[in-house]
């Protein structure tokens, strides 16, 4: 148990530097605070850092350059299309330098910010004179069974466009990205005598969005259990073939190498064999059962872009043995008399949980897709009915 304990403080730690030192960069620039444009990479992070500074590098094997607000006026992501501003912002008064990332440009000029510290939506509207008005929305207080929603934010939008055509519209309007900018948007074409387009930096949603990826896979599993319902306690060993399928959740923008995956898979344990006990009796046991597999697993594929892709995971999952068959028959082992027989005598408890580790490659191809061949072991926690320790070798593919 104790090994157990310190592989699992070691994968958390590993996973935690992991998701520390993880960087996407992408090809962007920024703007000095003497309007000299810089090509060249920027480390596509969580809002959260990208309101706070820039990781930015010249060349793909470039120095890594950290600016924040004071060291430049802007920096954008070029094919994302995200865009971020210097600013000085007040809030409660108190004044920060920050990045606001950059939504909209027309009439009014929006932004956007997060409060790292309450963790508040900002929006600030911009008008032609410089003049910024910003907006928030507090979380919804419950009261007698009664929720509040904070609709302040309304009012002030009404002050700022007081077009007839815009005020159903905020009324349903949506404290969000998407509703803000469309609000701004449909102003501008309202109110613009030049037929100006406004310019829309937010407009590749898809990007912040979860990507899933379905793999299927097939190999060998080898169970080694000790029956331990019985007297004497029965020790088997059985290589089964498996098949299975995986959902795997990630979320690129936050982390590019660690993904959530759910698993799925079908084997079966088969065991026909005989064993001695003591010097008087001699035991025969027959055991066949389907084992259907459920896995939670966090999953490290190591951020290489070369085609071998080295994968580590580590996680939990759920055994139920179904479909049980056995037999066990007990024998004199001089005389050969037959002492006792039983069927279905392998009694399992409902669910067995257990911690599982992982090892593998993948092989990325032409088409998105991977190959991959992984290990992994499994042993679970109850010992109480019995002990198993699981190991499954298996290829697949992931589309």
């Given at each position: ?26 090809e ?11 090509w ?75 409060n ?47 077009e ?33 387009e ?20 097939g ?12 007297t ?44 001695q ?8 046991c027959?055991i ?17 872009k ?10 939990v999952?759920?055994n139920?043995?179904l ?77």
């Amino acid at each position: 148990m104790r090994i157990t304990f310190c592989i699992c403080c070691f994968c958390i730690l590993f996973f935690s530097k992991a998701i520390s030192q993880n960087s996407d960069f992408k090809e962007g620039y920024i703007i000095s605070n003497t309007n000299d444009t810089i090509w060249g990479y920027i480390d596509f992070k969580m809002d959260k850092v990208n309101f706070e500074k820039c990781f930015f590098k010249e060349t793909q094997d470039g120095n890594i350059q950290t600016l924040y607000p004071e060291d430049i006026k802007a920096y954008r992501f070029t094919a994302e299309n995200k865009y971020y501003v210097s600013y000085r912002i007040k809030l409660k008064n108190i004044e920060h330098h920050v990045f606001l990332e950059f939504l909209l440009s027309g009439i009014y000029n929006l932004y956007y910010y997060v409060n790292p510290v309450t963790l508040l939506d900002y929006y600030f509207f911009e008008d032609q004179n410089g003049k910024i008005t910003s907006i928030s929305k507090r979380r919804d207080m419950r009261l007698n069974e009664e929720v509040f929603e904070d609709y302040i934010y309304r009012d002030i939008l009404y002050n700022l466009f007081q077009e007839e055509e815009l005020k159903r519209q905020i009324e349903k309007l949506s404290f969000t990205k998407y509703g803000m900018i469309n609000l701004t948007k449909e102003y501008h074409d309202l109110v613009c005598t030049t037929d100006e387009e406004c310019i829309v930096f937010e407009n590749d949603y898809k990007k912040d969005r979860a990507k899933f990826d379905f793999s299927i896979y097939g190999g060998l599993n080898y169970i080694n259990l000790d029956y331990k319902a019985s007297t004497p306690e029965v020790p088997m060993e059985s290589f089964c073939p498996m098949i299975g399928g995986n959902i795997k959740f990630s979320y690129p923008r936050w982390n590019k190498s660690l993904n959530l995956n759910l698993d799925l898979s079908l084997s079966g344990i088969s065991y026909d064999s005989g064993y001695q006990y003591r010097t008087l009796y001699y035991y025969r046991c027959d055991i066949k059962s389907l084992i259907m597999k459920e896995k939670i697993n966090i999953e490290y594929v190591y951020p290489k872009k070369s085609i071998i892709k080295p994968i580590l995971n580590v996680g939990v999952g759920f055994n139920h043995f179904l479909n049980k068959k056995s037999s066990y028959d007990s024998f004199h082992r001089t005389t050969n008399e037959l002492l006792k027989h039983r069927d279905d005598f392998f009694q399992t408890e409902v669910v067995y949980s257990c911690i599982n580790l992982g090892a593998g490659l993948g092989y990325s191809l032409k088409n998105e897709g991977m190959l991959f061949l992984k290990f992994s072991y499994e042993q679970n926690f109850s010992k109480r009915t019995m002990f198993f320790r699981t190991t499954q070798l298996y290829i697949g593919y992931e589309f």
